[in-house]
């Protein structure tokens, strides 16, 4: 079964520096999301992309965070200047169709934590 | 405001028996649910979902009700396994949006 691949699985960086988060989300799914779970609670949404541009994002996806697909496999997460309560796991996943009527799919995560 | 919640944080089952899992939902507007299961280490895994025209989905030994009355949805698992010890989220989308609305999970302890 197709899935839904990230990297690195840990993460581990000081307060102030630069991270991203890499994805390669299933090969004919149009639709790309990053959420986060902050240990023991429960997973928050980010960011959604669509054709190449942010289609919905949350406040917690402020001007640290940014999203990219740089080319046709890959999406990025990125978060500029890392704070200590960005310390989460990050989840990347995918869907065909948006999401309004289609389950996601999600990768395994990217445990970061932020030192 | 509007929020999609659990009742319980943890819930445990003899093995063989069936479990029942609940949530709440505020916002009306949702007409999309969805249940994932995630064990631990990895990320959420669909199970089951609904659609607001639909009050009740069946799979395989799993079971979705939504009562949108009292804005309501229960997943049931019949002759629970230890294999489904996970944490259960309850999900919704609301028509218009993109983003996948979690509730704060329940933690289901099989025990054998």
């Known amino acids: 079964e197709p899935e839904v691949t990230q990297t690195p699985s840990h993460q581990v960086t000081q307060m102030g520096q630069e991270v991203i988060l890499r994805c390669v989300p299933i090969?004919?799914?149009?639709?790309f999301y990053w959420y986060r779970q902050i240990l023991g609670q429960k997973v928050e949404f980010l960011v959604s992309?669509?054709?190449?541009?942010?289609?919905?994002k949350s406040e917690i996806f402020d001007d640290q965070f940014s999203v990219e697909r740089p080319d046709g496999s890959n999406f990025t997460l990125k978060i500029r200047s890392t704070k200590l309560e960005d310390s989460a796991m990050y989840f990347c996943a995918s869907s065909f169709t948006g999401g309004r009527n289609e389950k996601l799919f999600f990768g395994s995560g990217t445990q970061l934590s932020v030192l | 405001g509007e929020s999609v919640g659990l009742h319980l944080p943890t819930l445990s089952v003899q093995e063989g028996d069936n479990s029942i899992i609940n949530c709440a939902y505020s916002n009306s507007a949702s007409d999309y649910f969805i249940w994932y299961k995630q064990e631990s280490g990895k990320g959420p895994q669909f199970i089951i979902d609904?659609?607001?025209?639909?009050d009740k989905r069946q799979g395989q030994r799993v079971t979705v009700l939504l009562n949108k009355t009292v804005k309501h949805l229960s997943l049931q698992i019949a002759a629970t396994q230890p294999g489904d010890s996970a944490v259960y989220f309850c999900?919704?989308?609301?028509?218009?949006?993109?983003?996948?609305?979690f509730g704060a999970g329940t933690r289901l302890f099989v025990k054998a």
């Open positions: 999900a919704e989308n609301r028509g218009g949006g993109f983003k996948t609305i």
């Open positions: 090969s004919n799914h149009l639709y």
């Open positions: 609904i659609r607001s025209n639909m």
């Open positions: 992309f669509y054709n190449n541009e942010i289609s919905e």
